[in-house]
């Protein structure tokens, strides 16, 4: 299977911070994070602002990713995300779905994801 994970410099900016703020990672640690997460993503440049998260703006640069690199799925567990359910024809579901829709598919086809938000 084929499959693409995308994130952008926002994104990162505000796993950094939550890193710091939630779980209290220090700068070293922090960077390691970042790059293990690099490793495996590629970096969307955010051209167009969306503002359809009401509740927590800053969800709404996870949606701002998904629609550049046009995603097929976000993958989160945020309770503001999920409630929005689709954008724009892009599925927002938590990890356990996507699990579930890997397990009884057979993609032929490659996949477009957006990195899992904390």
């Given at each position: 299977m084929n499959y693409n994970v995308f994130i952008s410099t926002e994104i990162l900016d505000e796993i950094k911070k939550v890193l710091k703020r939630d779980f209290n990672q220090e700068g070293i640690l922090i960077q390691r994070q970042?790059?293990?997460?690099?490793?495996?993503?590629?970096?969307?440049?955010i051209n167009?602002?969306?503002?359809i998260v009401k509740e927590?703006?800053?969800?709404?640069?996870?949606?701002?990713?998904?629609?550049?690199?046009?995603?097929?799925?976000?993958?989160?567990?945020?309770?503001?995300?999920?409630k929005i359910k689709n954008y724009n024809?892009?599925?927002?579901?938590?990890?356990?779905?996507?699990?579930?829709?890997?397990?009884?598919?057979?993609?032929?086809?490659?996949?477009q994801i957006l990195l899992l938000h904390l």
């Open positions: 970042l790059k293990l997460i690099l490793s495996y993503t590629k970096i969307i440049k167009q602002k969306i503002d927590d703006f800053d969800d709404n640069k996870i949606i701002e990713c998904a629609v550049e690199s046009n995603a097929d799925y976000i993958i989160t567990g945020d309770k503001h995300l999920l024809g892009i599925k927002i579901i938590n990890s356990s779905e996507f699990i579930k829709i890997l397990n009884k598919s057979n993609y032929h086809f490659p996949i």
